[in-house]
């Protein structure tokens, strides 16, 4: 059991109503509770992000690089427990959760880096005798939105960097992982000064709005729904504070009549089934040349009867539950809906396990889906995948292009202008030539275009340019 507590300044809070947590592989399990903080949590933290501001940023870079480094070491000393809390808490299997931690463990360690790494440029100047340079200065104060899917990963790739670059941080989690969240965080503050790292517990709705609102805080950076984005993009742009969105994805596969067909079937399978397909890089969209359609069908079907739906403590289970109650009314909506529209059911399409207390969604596949069909066009965030047939290349990139998200695409090929030809023409932030939609490297840019990103970066060296302002300096001797 955890009780999970806001983190405002160097005190834990238990303030506002708690909400219980069970287990979604087991809703007779809870797991603890978190309280339902608000404006006035909001306020508190942001008061203490802002008065450590000073301090932190007046930190030489190596020495907020070097706490960094020693949270990193306290996460990894709790890698397997923080694993564990999370596949229970939102249902991702014991594998990928563990996976997940040492890649947070990393994030620390590579932002750790950062702190010594050099942050500007000597630019020439037309007067003589005149020094002109830039230096990158950090935002602020940050408030940082998660979402419940990646519980560790994705709150390490935004507080990591933030704090590298000397800005302090509110974190409000998703309430679907907020028992993760304060683990996260109760390993993580030790290392900084007191002020530095805050979170708030709370719904979207009332501790994100206050938080998106505040005008202590500098700069958001969220990722979730498209139309909680747009929702914070609205509030930021109107007070004029920096944000940094990332959405929803609809994630195509393109298989060329060339191409390695078991592999194809294997990557297209780990993209849109792992993780109970919750990742917004999961494949959700097939679009196969009409030589290989029957192969690489045949080969999905196999595959997909030999999946280990379960218990995500089991390390022999490939897919877990989906998060929520809500989670699971959509998909199950969803899948229904293909049907109606005319998709034909080839695997799957509903509930798993029949009267077992979890949140499963059998592993679904569609065939004959239209790009007219919801099934094609909207975000399911579920383990559900829909085939469509192309009759050529030009077809496949204008159906991998023919919807309003672009975050990740991968096309399996054998042929090197096949390849080429994709990477310039798909309308995506990723392109990934025979490997799966979902993947990028940490050390790598991650992000979308069109309605899946506000077009900024995350990860890697690009952090920095959300996460810093560039000033410019010139220096003339009187």
Not at 24 to 29: M, S, W
Not at 386 to 414: M, P
Request: hydrophobic share 45%.
């Amino acid at each position: 059991m955890i009780e999970a507590r806001h983190r405002l300044g160097g005190t834990w809070a238990d303030t506002g109503a708690r909400e219980e947590v069970r287990s979604p592989a087991d809703l007779d399990r809870v797991l603890g509770s978190w309280p339902r903080g608000g404006a006035a949590e909001v306020e508190a933290a942001v008061a203490a992000a802002g008065a450590a501001l000073a301090a932190w940023r007046r930190l030489p870079g190596p020495e907020r690089g070097q706490r960094l480094f020693e949270a990193a070491q306290s996460l990894e000393a709790h890698r397997d427990e923080l694993a564990e809390l999370a596949a229970r808490e939102m249902g991702k299997p014991i594998g990928e959760a563990r996976g997940e931690a040492v890649r947070a463990v990393a994030l620390f360690r590579y932002y750790g880096g950062e702190g010594s790494r050099a942050v500007g440029e000597v630019i020439p100047s037309q007067r003589a005798g005149t020094l002109q340079y830039t230096v990158r200065v950090p935002v602020g104060v940050v408030g940082v939105i998660t979402p419940w899917n990646f519980p560790l990963a994705i709150p390490a790739w935004k507080i990591a960097p933030a704090l590298a670059y000397g800005n302090t941080v509110v974190f409000k989690p998703a309430e679907w992982s907020t028992l993760t969240a304060h683990r996260l965080v109760e390993i993580v503050a030790p290392h900084l000064p007191d002020g530095v790292l805050n979170m708030v517990c709370g719904t979207g709705a009332e501790a994100g709005e206050a938080l998106v609102r505040h005008e202590g805080v500098h700069a958001v950076t969220f990722t979730g729904s498209v139309g909680v984005g747009r929702r914070i993009a609205e509030i930021a742009l109107a007070r004029g504070a920096k944000y940094q969105l990332e959405m929803g994805g609809k994630n195509p596969v393109i298989v060329d009549a060339d191409a390695d067909v078991e592999l194809a079937a294997d990557l297209t399978l780990s993209g849109a089934m792992r993780s109970a397909g919750q990742k917004c890089t999961a494949t959700s969209r097939a679009i196969v040349l009409a030589p290989v359609r029957d192969a690489f069908r045949d080969a999905l079907v196999r595959r997909m009867r030999e999946l280990s739906v379960g218990d995500p403590l089991d390390p022999a289970t490939y897919l877990g539950p989906v998060v929520s109650r809500p989670q699971y009314d959509k998909v199950l909506a969803a899948i229904e809906r293909g049907r109606s529209e005319g998709a034909r059911l080839v695997a799957g399409g509903g509930p798993h396990g029949g009267d077992r207390r979890g949140y499963f969604v059998a592993p679904t596949l569609f065939e004959d889906v239209a790009p007219s069909m919801s099934l094609f066009q909207e975000e399911i965030f579920g383990p559900v995948l829909g085939l469509t047939v192309a009759r050529d290349l030009d077809e496949a990139i204008s159906q991998a292009n023919a919807v309003r998200y672009g975050l990740s695409a991968s096309v399996f090929t054998r042929r090197l202008d096949v390849a080429l030809r994709c990477v310039e023409e798909l309308d995506v932030g990723l392109v990934r030539v025979n490997e799966e939609t979902a993947g990028v490297e940490l050390q790598a840019p991650f992000g979308g275009v069109k309605a899946s990103s506000s077009h900024s970066r995350e990860q890697g060296r690009a952090a920095i340019e959300f996460f810093t302002h560039v000033r410019t300096v010139a220096i003339r001797p009187s």
